[in-house]
Each structure stands twice: as structure tokens, then as C-alpha cells.
């Protein structure tokens, strides 16, 4: 697993237009991770899409799109009546599940004291 010391020499974040950027930016985007994360098995795009409360038919469509695009994400129509498509993650998107948990654990652990700050930031600037 590469670490960032390894991944900054490859260039792959520190440059608007590196070569990993725009992956990056996908898959830390709002709707990608959340997608992915309730992706544990196949599912139909409306149950994703009652799941996910706030995403619009639109930006699912987009989101799921672009993840099957990348590779992480598999698109399986059901030739059953009425035709019916699945999504799930690929190999490469569920070894995304590893590096998702960490972080999510992180934000758990780390939720109170970020919240802090932002308060006090906040607090900060209306005493300006």
C-alpha cells in the first residue's frame, strides 16, 4: 500500500491536473462513498436510491456512472420482465472497503474534537 510520502513522489494529489487527481476526487466526493459503502451486496438503483436520503435520480445516475467508469462499481442488467439492473462492487471497489473503514472510524473517534474547533472558529469570526 502506497503512503503518502510514496504516493506525493508519483504526483498523484498535490497537482490539479496530476494523474490521480480527479480519482481522488471521486471517490472522496459525498455521493461515492456513501454509494460504495451500502453497496455490501447487489443492489437495485432504487433501493439505493430510497437508501441514500438526499441524492437525486439525477446525481445517482451521474455517481453510478462514473464509478463503473473507474472500475469500482459493476452494472449487471436482469434480462428478467420487467428488466431489471443491479449494481455491486467490483474486486477493485470492495478493496476500498479497508481504507473507507479507517477513515470512518477516524471521523467517529475524531468527531467531538473537530466539532470543537469548528465552533470555536466560528466563534472567532462573529468577534471580528
Not at 52 to 66: A, F, I, Q, Y
Amino acid at each position: 500500500m502506497a503512503t503518502l510520502e510514496t504516493t506525493a513522489t508519483v504526483d498523484i494529489g498535490y497537482r490539479s491536473d496530476g494523474p490521480g487527481r480527479l480519482i481522488l476526487d471521486q471517490i472522496a466526493d459525498k455521493w461515492s462513498m456513501t454509494v460504495l459503502a451500502f453497496l455490501d451486496r447487489p443492489r437495485r438503483f432504487n433501493e439505493i436510491l430510497r437508501h441514500l436520503e438526499g441524492v437525486t435520480h439525477r446525481v445517482l445516475t451521474h455517481t453510478l456512472r462514473r464509478l463503473e467508469r473507474s472500475g469500482l462499481v459493476a452494472r449487471r442488467v436482469l434480462t428478467a420482465s420487467p428488466i431489471r439492473v443491479e449494481y455491486s462492487r467490483t474486486p477493485l471497489g470492495e478493496s476500498l472497503r479497508e481504507p473507507f473503514g479507517h477513515l470512518y472510524a477516524w471521523t467517529v473517534e475524531n468527531l467531538d474534537d473537530i466539532r470543537a474547533h469548528q465552533l470555536a472558529y466560528d466563534e472567532r469570526l462573529r468577534g471580528q
